[in-house]
């Protein structure tokens, strides 16, 4: 019953987080990313600052000394560069290619924590990364007739968004995971307020309809994040994570219904490799994990 309720979980903060990719795509066609960035950082800092107080009845997890060491700090800088790119590939770039090729982030977690924290990955998972980033080009078409140089936007968002969470891994496990998402968010209004000056658009104050997508993006994204934290502790990773991928179907879904998207063969092919690859790689690494338990 757990792992049902995680599952249903997971969905619902796929679904979540489609719907704040959707509304930060609205609001790019009439702000400035910096501005965006600046709304984003700004509303989720303060629901999550809200979050803590509500749960610990104080601030004070938000100002603990381990909030200002070295690793928190990196994953913050992760945060705000990535997020810089992900919300300008999401102006730039359709939807459905923004999330098929996000989906290689796992991958590229698994390909980082081997070069850089020396976890053991055989050939195997070598083999599916190494395909999954063959798909990852399919999406892309660097060098062919309809390639869009802003296509590789979300390619740097999967670097960075990789090393945010690698670095994740290195964090004190007691650090509560709502200080941890509002320096998350705080880092994308810092990097909206670094961009600021170094755009040539000014400053736009949203209209009424404006104001909506910066509310629903807000709550659909401390949303979707509350919900895949409850859905980690509630269910087994093994069952709960694969979940993660049904993102793609609903970015493809809204993309056709709201921006009327029509992904070609080529974006097609290239998300179903990197999803088989993804889930692959997934399954070798719990494969793994539990040999180590049972000769632990």
């Known amino acids: 019953m757990n792992n049902t309720r995680a599952i249903l979980l997971m969905i619902a903060a796929m679904v979540a987080f489609t719907m704040e990719d959707v509304f930060i795509k609205s609001m ?29 009845g104080t601030l004070a997890p938000l100002v603990h000394r381990d909030m200002r060491g070295r690793a928190m700090l990196a994953r913050n800088f992760a945060e705000g560069a990535s997020t810089i790119f ?73 670097i960075g968004i990789a090393a945010r969470d690698l670095i994740t891994r290195q964090l004190r496990p007691d650090i509560p995971s709502t200080s941890v998402a509002f320096y998350g968010f705080a880092s994308v209004l810092v990097a909206g307020l670094v961009l600021l000056p170094m755009t040539a658009d000014p400053m736009v104050w949203p209209t009424l309809r404006g104001w909506g997508f910066v509310a629903g993006a807000v709550i659909f994204g401390v949303g979707g994040y509350y919900a895949i934290v409850l859905a980690l502790r ?17 970015s493809l879904i809204l ?30 690494e719990a494969r793994a994990a539990r040999r180590a338990r049972a000769t632990g």
């Open 28 to 56: 790019t066609t009439g702000l400035p990313v910096s501005q965006v960035l600046i709304f984003i950082g700004t509303g989720g800092s303060l629901a999550f600052a809200a979050l803590t107080l509500a749960q610990r």
């Open 255 to 284: 993309g056709m219904i709201v921006f009327g998207e029509r992904p070609d063969l080529w974006t097609m092919t290239g998300a179903s490799i990197v999803i088989a690859t993804g889930l692959y790689t997934f399954l070798r």
């Open 86 to 158: 992900f919300v300008t590939a999401l102006a730039l770039v359709p939807l459905s290619t923004v999330a098929a090729v996000f989906q290689a982030t796992p991958l590229a977690v698994t390909a980082g924590a081997a070069l850089f924290l020396g976890e053991q990955v055989g050939w195997r998972r070598w083999s599916a990364i190494f395909a999954g980033f063959i798909g990852v080009l399919m999406i892309i078409r660097p060098g062919g007739e309809s390639f869009d140089v802003n296509a590789l936007l979300p390619a740097i968002t999967v």
């Open 234 to 250: 509630m269910g087994d990773a093994g069952a709960v994570m694969p979940f993660r991928y049904t993102r793609l179907v609903f």
